[in-house]
């Protein structure tokens, strides 16, 4: 399970890494910015409902705040 998140947390940075460097390179002259942005934004979003559906298959478990 870490496996899967961090390869997704790797794959949203390397995402939001690519859009920096073509803005800089582009200069707005391209939509890659947009596209990178655009992907980052969709792993995000797959990442967040992968974690939701492993904690309800049990794959994952919540642990709270331990307030001691």
């Keep these: 399970m870490r496996f899967v998140v961090i390869l997704a947390f790797l794959g949203i ?3 939001l ?7 800089m390179r582009d200069k707005g002259g391209t939509n890659r910015t ?7 934004i969709g792993l ?3 990442l967040f ?3 939701l559906f492993a904690h309800y298959m049990g794959w994952i478990q919540s642990t709270g705040i331990a307030a001691h």
């Design 34 to 40: 947009v596209n990178a942005l655009t992907v980052r």
């Design 17 to 23: 890494a690519s859009a920096l460097f073509y803005l």
């Design 13 to 15: 940075v390397g995402s």
């Design 49 to 51: 409902l992968f974690v």
């Design 44 to 46: 995000s979003i797959v």
